[in-house]
């Protein structure tokens, strides 16, 4: 088998930000290397240079204030940036990159290629961040709801994740991705989503937070998250709080209504893994250990250890499962409704007998939308 010859290793960036290593470009005329960071701001990403021949900072050759997705011409000397914010619809334009005498770096718009769409109807979300008291600073997305009035209360729906290799919160457009969060806040709904420790972009510590104990932390950050910003603004409604996800945040959401059902009135669990001994080893194993050697976070992660803790009021759990589900198996709902039969606590489920982990029929998102708004607005 080939194995190059490695002469010397040189680092080429340093601090506490990530490189997003999805493509890099390498001008090799000029010892240059293109690439996508988090250099400015964690959750914008932003195209930088820098050289392998003289290392130095890396330059940023793109707009602060929006997220940008690159692609370079083979040479290296012109790029395409498509751009957006959580207020602005996407824009595209084309680059040169600018070589001066003095070595330095810049771009120059070339051209206008898309310029945003007019959304008179869109209700932007806000981003917010607050000093957690774990030392790091977290971020969040809010979607106030249609027709929204100062110090009215509403009902808030906590859209929760949580796991790794996943990044919510970014300040770029959400107008297709999150159009369920849109939905509920049409509805009259403050929608809050968080990315706590576990989540990704962030750095290994952060990430790593989660290792060998999958559903014993994560919850804190986003409890902190809601009580913070439920005291810096009057519209959130503490006693109608909903926690909904779907797979890793339909897990959570389970977790959130047995652990917290003080501060959760209902859970939408989608798709939910109840034990990590059910799950895929190759994703499990990396976060978990074997089970033989992390015996204890096995354990404490499994929602079926808590099935005594969930309410016993009807109407506070909808489960929501595809009976074809090929990633979380519809074997771990069956077990969980076992459970929750044997303790003699309530629950509601909708099994979707043609779906995967994802709902792609287009009757049956409709279904399952209507069913996801109806029992929010019976029972929150």
């Given amino acids: 088998m080939f194995k190059p010859v490695v002469i010397n290793e040189v680092p ?52 602060l204030g929006y997220s940008h997705s690159v692609s370079f011409s ?47 109807d869109y209700n932007s979300p806000d981003l917010f961040d607050f000093d957690s008291s774990s030392g790091y600073k977290m971020y969040g997305l809010v979607y106030k709801p249609e027709g929204f009035e100062p110090r009215i209360k509403y009902p808030t729906v906590l859209m929760v994740y949580g796991g790794p290799q996943v990044q919510q919160v970014t300040n770029s457009f959400k107008g297709v991705r999150f159009l369920r969060h849109h939905t509920l806040a049409s509805q009259g709904y403050v929608v809050v989503v968080i990315d706590g420790r576990g989540s990704c972009n962030r750095g290994l510590q952060f990430e790593g937070h989660i290792k060998k104990r999958l559903g014993t932390v994560e919850l804190d950050d986003q409890l902190e998250g809601l009580h913070w910003l439920a005291a810096k603004v009057d519209y959130i409604d503490l006693n109608r709080v909903a926690i909904h996800g779907w797979s890793y945040g339909g897990y959570l959401s389970l977790l959130g209504l047995a652990q917290r059902s003080d501060i959760f009135k209902v859970a939408i669990a989608g798709a939910p893994v109840v034990s990590w001994n059910l799950y895929d080893t190759g994703y499990t194993e990396r976060y978990m250990d074997v089970p033989d050697r992390n015996v204890e976070g096995y354990k404490k992660g499994s929602v079926l250890q808590y099935v005594q803790k969930f309410p016993d009021e009807e109407n506070r759990l909808l489960i929501i499962h595809g009976l074809i589900d090929e990633n979380v198996h519809f074997h771990h709902t069956s077990l969980l409704v076992n459970a929750l039969v044997k303790a003699c606590k309530p629950y509601s489920l909708q099994v979707y007998p043609n779906e995967r982990h994802g709902i792609r029929n287009h009757e049956a998102s409709e279904h399952y939308k209507t069913m996801i708004l109806s029992f929010l607005q019976q029972h929150l």
Avoid: A, M
Wanted: aromatic share 8%; with cysteine; glycine share 8%.
């Fill in 12 to 63: 080429l960036t340093s601090g506490n930000w990530e490189v997003l290593g999805k493509q890099i470009w390498v001008d090799e005329s000029r010892g240059l290397v293109y690439f996508n960071g988090l250099k400015d701001s964690p959750i914008e990403s932003q195209l930088y240079v820098v050289s392998y021949l003289v290392p130095s900072n890396p330059v940023r050759l793109t707009e």
């Fill in 74 to 120: 083979k040479d290296c000397s012109v790029f395409v940036t498509v751009y957006s914010s959580v207020k602005q619809s996407p824009l595209g334009c084309i680059n040169r990159i600018c070589h001066k005498d003095d070595g330095n770096i810049s771009s120059q718009t070339l051209g206008i290629l898309l310029t945003g769409s007019d959304c008179p």
